[in-house]
């Protein structure tokens, strides 16, 4: 279970939903772990994720002076391939990780004309960068892995809660059984 990432605040009723369905996994027999020193640096995973995602969307834009060097860029890759390693070594332990999809819920569509930098979310109450919540689906992205969505629960005012459940590289039958099994405990 990898219910926090220091880039990236959870709102507690995402966190309790984790809870909850943690306390149904466990009732079905399955063993919940809440961390494990082979999951592989966040921080350092999102920067490398950023660094890796920033050059693919600046493709076909003019040039800019704060674009990486060839030898930055591959160096970002070569991170990919040292965390793409250190996930491979988690999975030979773990069948799935399970982590939000977001640290909020559903929110409105923002105004076009709010630039991306000014873009926020209310997590517990606060206002916080709609940018830094690309850590969570960069979790699983930047060591291409598969992952399944999956229905966990709901807030107090009814919207959905959901749960990335992150797999093993090709192992997307496995997120997908799990998902599965998620469904049957949580209906």
Do not use: C
């Not at 149904?24 to 350092?44: Q, R, T």
Request: hydrophobic fraction near 50%; glycine fraction near 8%.
């Amino acid at each position: 279970m990898l219910p926090s990432h220091p880039l990236a605040p959870v709102d507690a009723e995402i966190h309790a939903a984790l809870e909850t369905l943690a306390t149904a996994l466990e009732s079905a027999g399955v063993s919940v772990v809440w961390s494990s020193p082979l999951l592989p640096d966040l921080a350092a995973s999102h920067r490398t994720y950023l660094a890796i995602l920033l050059t693919a969307l600046s493709r076909g834009a003019p040039p800019s002076p704060n674009g990486l060097s060839a030898q930055a860029y591959l160096d970002a890759l070569d991170g990919q391939a040292a965390i793409r390693r250190q996930w491979a070594a988690l999975f030979e332990d773990f069948d799935v990780v399970i982590a939000p999809v977001l640290g909020a819920v559903a929110f409105p569509h923002f105004d076009p004309g709010i630039d991306w930098p000014d873009r926020k979310l209310t997590i517990n109450g606060a206002p916080e960068s709609f940018g830094d919540q690309l850590a969570w689906p960069g979790v699983a992205t930047l060591a291409n892995l598969p992952v399944t969505a999956t229905p966990i629960g709901k807030t107090r005012e009814g919207l959905p809660i959901g749960a990335q459940l992150i797999g093993p590289y090709l192992g997307d039958r496995t997120t997908l059984a799990f998902a599965r099994m998620i469904g049957e405990l949580t209906a």
